[in-house]
């Protein structure tokens, strides 16, 4: 079980970091992407960290193998 929260952590925060360079890439060329799913971007960036800190909960609250 630890096994697999720590795999699904680890897919969470690479998907926060991607989510986060697109959204970083697309402000600072500015442009019709950026007014279309700037916004979007930020909160699918903020509810992956949400997730990221659920499996953490979940990792810190699980019992060891």
Do not use: C, E, H, W
Request: proline share 3%; aromatic share 6%; hydrophobic share 60%.
């Amino acid at each position: 079980m630890r096994m697999i929260l720590i795999v699904l952590l680890g897919l969470t925060l690479v998907g926060v970091v991607a989510v986060l360079l697109i959204g970083v890439v697309a402000m600072g060329r500015g442009g019709d992407f950026n007014r279309k799913y700037g916004n979007l971007l930020m909160r699918a960036r903020v509810g992956l960290q949400a997730l990221a800190l659920l499996l953490l909960a979940a990792l810190y609250f699980s019992p060891p193998s």
